[in-house]
């Protein structure tokens, strides 16, 4: 600002209102820090090499940092720093950023996550791990992201193993990318119980279709709606199997794995065999002892009944059947008598 031109606005204004000097230097301060001054929501806690913005973004990608950078705003939203050489993220600066739902830490030099490293990101929505060197996911590494919707995780050359409970806690998530990675096999438990998964990325890695990947083909074949790559999720071995879609072999798996019997399913039949053996021995035993006592208690109530029968039929002919067996014979040496006299 040319500060000749402005004094010399500052003189022809009409004389009846003179500033004193002090008052026209303030003027001057003021104009400069309006003029040149960012916004303060540009500038507090912006890392180094970094551009913060108003709306809570925070842009690093591309700064060729080394370390997570520092110094962050609170209040962060969207942390991008992609394409630099950061090789860890350190859980006691990224869980100070509560209200963080992006975070893009793609093409970095990343190694090894954890659960500690997003204890504290309870908002987190977007996380994208594409394009590192992590080996390893460990068990419930995604579990404090229970609001998290998507997860990247692509083209990382060293991913050999995902630990089954790694995305257990995971309920909120919808879209999955494993793709491009070393994977022979992936332990879907915990994915199948996921409520809302609905997209599920697993091309280009080297999936072994054997029996320990046959729940995953069969999951492929019954739910290839979810696989948008289906078509280029394939078998890397045995080599007769080499080439196919995983999704193809579902039922050819499931028939070929449970075709024979092994050791523990002898030893399981054996043991139903043994049960059932002695269950049975048990309830012939408890129906013929059963039987026994019903048997005595029948022949015993009948003994009781005899006796009684017998005082019956010895009271009975005196109150009348014995009269008529005591006339009968007079009856019958009368009739004989009547009919010896008629001859």
């Known amino acids: 600002m040319n500060y000749t031109n402005l004094q010399g606005q500052v003189a022809n204004v009409k004389p009846h209102y003179q500033p004193s000097a002090q008052s026209l230097r303030l003027i001057i301060l003021l104009i400069l820090v309006m003029g040149v001054a960012p916004s303060p929501a540009l500038t507090a806690g912006c890392p180094a090499r970094c551009v913060c913005d108003d709306q809570l973004v925070v842009q690093c990608a591309g700064q060729h940092l080394t370390a997570f950078p520092t110094d962050l705003p609170l209040a962060t939203r969207q942390l991008i720093i992609s394409n630099n050489r950061i090789v860890e993220l350190p859980p006691l600066q990224l869980n100070y950023l509560s209200d ?50 998507m997860l990247r995780m692509t083209d990382n050359p060293g991913l050999l193993d995902i630990h089954p409970d790694a995305f257990a806690k995971n309920s909120a998530l919808q879209v999955l990318d494993v793709s491009r990675n070393n994977l022979t096999v992936l332990n879907i438990s915990s994915l199948i119980a996921l409520p809302t998964l609905r997209s599920v990325g697993l091309s280009g890695n080297s999936w072994s279709c054997d029996c320990d990947n046959e729940d995953l ?62 269950a049975g021995t048990v309830s012939a035993w408890a129906i013929g002892v059963v039987m026994v006592l019903y048997e005595r208690y029948v022949k015993k109530k009948s003994e009781q009944m005899d006796p009684d029968d017998e005082v019956e039929q010895d009271t009975g002919p005196g109150t009348g059947g014995g009269g008529g067996h005591h006339a009968n014979p007079r009856g019958n040496g009368n009739l004989k008598n009547t009919g010896h006299m008629v001859v």
């Open 217 to 278: 083909c069969l999951w492929v074949h019954i739910e290839a709606f979810k696989f948008q790559d289906e078509g280029q999720t394939v078998c890397r071995g045995p080599p007769d199997l080499q080439g196919q879609r995983l999704g193809e072999l579902g039922l050819q798996l499931r028939s070929r794995c449970h075709q024979g019997l092994g050791s523990w399913d002898y030893l399981f039949f054996l043991a139903i065999g043994f049960v059932i053996f002695a």
């Open 100 to 149: 963080l739902v992006y975070l893009d830490c793609s093409n970095n030099s990343l190694t090894e996550i954890s659960m500690s490293t997003f204890g504290n990101l309870g908002k987190l929505a977007y996380l994208d791990l594409s394009f590192n060197t992590l080996t390893r996911i460990e068990d419930r590494t995604f579990g404090p992201l229970s609001s998290l919707v």
